[in-house]
């Protein structure tokens, strides 16, 4: 590898992978490599290798981990951090819109088409899929997931682990703690204040 092409180490190699590998390449990275414990002999990703471990000679590389699971992507990126071996940015596609008051932490993805709001924070390695949008002074908390088409609207708060589904709505100033899972479609229209699963409209504890 040449030491002026930038690349990107992606950890995973299931759908958010390809679409963090893509957003990447359309973002100014040259090249990708896939680590994965389970991958295939010779297996590639768009072109890419997809490697067992890592080689040590990666040490500088950009890396990310890309996998849509709150719980097993907090994990890998503890460990990455822990170990020290890459920078860990936060991988934006070119069509993502970014007000300039926000706020990005580290390791995070933001997807095609996806919206940050002025003064809204998004924590580290959260995921702000495809055509998702969060508004104005809204959080999005560490280790979280705004699914695809999912809106978030002005000054609401996502705790820590929160998956809010495709195409689900948290209204107005509504806050969501800690692990809390929210059903495709649903729309949380109160404070949910206990973690579990909670589904429909408006959206109640599963």
């Known amino acids: 590898m040449l030491p002026d092409v930038k690349r990107l180490v992606l950890y995973g190699c299931g759908g958010h992978a390809r679409s963090v590998g893509s957003a990447a390449l359309c ?12 991958a295939r002999s010779g297996e590639r990703i768009m072109g890419f290798p997809v490697l067992t471990a890592l080689p040590a000679e ?23 951090l822990a170990a020290g071996r890459h920078v860990l940015p936060t991988v934006w596609h070119p069509d993502a819109r970014v007000a ?3 706020v990005l932490e580290q390791a995070g993805f933001l997807g095609a088409l996806s919206y940050i709001g002025p003064e809204a924070r998004i924590g580290v390695n959260a995921i702000v899929n495809t055509g998702a949008i969060v508004e104005h002074e809204c959080t999005v908390g560490p280790h979280g997931h705004v699914a695809i088409g999912a809106r978030m609207a002005g000054r609401s708060h996502l705790g820590a682990f929160v998956l809010l589904g495709a195409g689900a709505v948290v209204l107005d100033g509504v806050r969501v703690c800690d692990h809390v899972q929210i059903g495709a ?4 229209t109160r404070d949910i204040v206990e ?10 504890k599963r």
């Open 58 to 80: 990666a040490v500088a590389d950009d890396a990310i981990a890309a996998l849509g699971d709150n719980a097993r992507r907090a994990a890998l990126y503890h460990m990455l």
């Open 195 to 204: 973690p579990g699963i909670y589904v429909g409209v408006p959206a109640r």
């Open 100 to 102: 300039a008051e926000a």
């Open 185 to 188: 479609g649903s729309v949380v």
């Open 27 to 38: 973002s100014g990275y040259k090249a990708l490599l896939f680590v994965d414990d389970k």
